[in-house]
C-alpha cells in the first residue's frame, strides 16, 4: 500500500496562476482532507470531504476549490495564485472505524511569487 | 470554536532528558486526542492516540501521554529522549463526532547529542 500520495512534491508560480494539488489515497478511506503548514501556526484545515460526493470548508478556505473526484481522489485547487497561498500543503485520510485517525501524504511545497 | 494550544514553542534537551509537552484544548464534550510527529522533511506520523478509557496511553518509539478531562489537558512525556527525537510535535483534537480536526501550532524540539 502506497497510503497518501502527492504530487507535485515542488512548485513554483507566479501571482495569478493557477494550479491544481493532486492527492490519492488506497486505503479505502471515506473521509479526506487538505491542510496548509506555515511556520508557528500548525496545521490549518482547508477543505474536507466527508464521503464521495460532499465538500466542506475548514478554518481557511478562501482562494481554493476542491473536487472529490471519487473515493480514490481529492484534489485541490488554486485559481489564482497570491504569495500568501506560499505554504506546504499535506493531504490526508481517514475513517470512522478509527476515530478519524488522520493518515498524512509526504506534502507539496508551493511557493508563489 | 475548539481551539488547542501548545505551551512550548521551541525546548531543546540534552540526550537522556526526560521530556514533558504541554497540549491544552477548549471543548467540553467528548474528544479524541492525538499527538502526531513530524521529523525534519517528513510527513506528519501519528505517535499515539487517546478515544476512551485508560487515561494514560502509551505509542510509539517509548512516548506516552496522559489525559486529564478536569483539565482538559493531554500531556506528551518521555523519560529519556534520543538525538533521534529531534522533530516537531503537534497535539491535534477531533471533538464530538466530526471531523472537523483542529491542530495545536506544533512545539519544535531540539535534542541535542
Same mark, same amino acid.
Given at each position: ?113 | ?18 521530556? %514533558?509537552?504541554?497540549?491544552?484544548? *477548549? ?9 502526531? =510527529? &513530524? ?24 512516548? %506516552?501521554?496522559?489525559?486529564?478531562? *478536569? ?9 529519556? =529522549? &534520543? ?31
Amino acid at each position: 500500500n502506497a497510503g497518501v500520495t502527492q504530487t507535485p512534491k515542488f512548485q513554483v508560480l507566479k501571482t495569478g496562476q493557477s494550479m491544481t494539488l493532486q492527492c490519492a489515497q488506497d486505503m479505502n478511506h471515506n473521509s479526506m482532507y487538505w491542510y496548509r503548514q506555515d511556520p508557528g501556526m500548525g496545521l490549518r484545515l482547508i477543505y474536507y470531504s466527508a464521503s464521495e460526493g460532499t465538500t466542506d470548508k475548514g478554518e481557511v478556505p478562501n482562494g481554493y476549490n476542491v473536487s472529490r473526484l471519487n473515493k480514490r481522489e481529492f484534489s485541490l485547487r488554486l485559481e489564482s495564485a497570491a504569495p500568501s497561498q506560499t505554504s506546504v500543503y499535506f493531504c490526508a485520510s481517514s475513517e470512522i472505524r478509527s476515530s478519524y485517525e488522520q493518515y498524512f501524504g509526504p506534502g507539496t511545497r508551493l511557493t508563489v511569487t | 470554536a475548539q481551539s488547542v494550544s501548545q505551551h512550548n514553542h521551541h525546548v531543546i534537551l540534552s540526550e537522556a532528558a526526560s521530556l %514533558e509537552l504541554g497540549c491544552n484544548y *477548549s471543548y467540553g464534550g467528548t474528544v479524541n486526542l492525538f499527538w502526531y =510527529v &513530524q521529523y525534519p522533511g517528513q510527513h506528519l506520523q501519528l505517535l499515539l492516540k487517546y478515544f476512551s478509557g485508560d487515561p494514560l496511553v502509551k505509542g510509539i518509539k517509548g512516548f %506516552e501521554a496522559e489525559f486529564i478531562k *478536569s483539565k482538559f489537558s493531554f500531556n506528551l512525556r518521555k523519560p529519556s =529522549v &534520543q538525538w533521534s527525537d529531534t522533530a516537531e510535535y503537534f497535539c491535534a483534537v477531533n471533538a464530538g463526532y466530526g471531523q472537523n480536526f483542529v491542530f495545536g501550532p506544533g512545539t519544535r524540539l531540539s535534542v541535542l547529542p
